[in-house]
């Protein structure tokens, strides 16, 4: 079966970091593009950042550009979100989800919080 | 980036009775459309893609139809579990951008 797990969520103070990981089981990692996507609480959904299968290209929403950086391990099957200088506007759930025809799996979601 | 715009914001239906959600784009995304149904506490699932496939294991009355900038999902006699938040998304252009959601609650 199919299987994402994110990682590294939490509570972290403005200006801080944090770097979320997603490991993929079940199925060829190397073979799928991947992306996050968040959900702030109570809110609708976005899509944040994306790398393509071999980690070459990445792209960012406006939002995070300069902040967040992406990238993957295909050895180890695992996708990572390295979030810097986090501002309140960031709390939120992060999902990885793999690419297909839009997003065909989902990992459970890591809750970040951004507070003092 | 492609603005998804969903109508109406909260869809009031009865159990075994038919539900049309609507989906707008700001430009055209051909076929690249997506429509997730998430429930509280869990993540989105994927109902429908290209516009009108439904995805592994979902039922049939679920149905998405529409190209270019308009979209509905239809729902044809709702069961107790499909009252959820319902999000449209394009794939056509990054950023992917989803619709802010449609309730479907019980009447």
């Known amino acids: 079966d199919v299987q994402l797990v994110e990682s590294g969520g939490g509570l972290v103070q403005p200006g801080g970091s944090l770097r979320l990981s997603c490991a993929a089981s079940?199925?060829?990692?190397?073979?799928?593009?991947m992306h996050w996507v968040r959900q702030a609480p109570g809110r609708g959904l976005e899509c944040v950042s994306a790398?393509?299968?071999?980690?070459?290209?990445?792209y960012y929403v406006n939002s995070v550009k300069g902040r967040f950086t992406i990238s993957r391990d295909n050895s180890k099957n695992t996708l990572y979100l390295q979030m810097d200088s986090l501002t309140p506007d960031d709390t939120a759930v992060y999902y990885c989800?793999?690419?297909?025809?839009?997003?065909?799996?989902w990992g459970q979601g890591t809750l970040v919080t951004v507070s003092s | 980036e492609i603005v998804m715009t969903q109508s109406p914001a909260t869809l009031s239906v009865s159990p075994g009775e038919r539900a049309s959600l609507s989906c707008r784009a700001s430009?055209?995304?051909?076929?690249?459309l997506a429509w997730y149904q998430q429930k509280p506490g869990q993540a989105p699932r994927l109902l429908i893609y290209?516009?009108?496939t439904r995805a592994t294991a979902i039922p049939a009355r679920f149905s998405g139809s529409g190209s270019g900038t308009e979209f509905t999902l239809t729902i044809s006699s709702l069961q107790s579990e499909d009252f959820a938040v319902y999000y449209c998304q394009q794939y056509d252009n990054w950023p992917w951008t989803f619709g802010q959601g449609t309730k479907v609650e019980v009447k």
């Open positions: 790398i393509s299968t071999g980690g070459g290209s990445t």
């Open positions: 989800a793999r690419v297909l025809t839009g997003y065909d799996y």
């Open positions: 430009q055209s995304v051909s076929s690249s």
């Open positions: 290209g516009a009108s």
């Open positions: 079940g199925f060829t990692f190397s073979s799928y593009s």
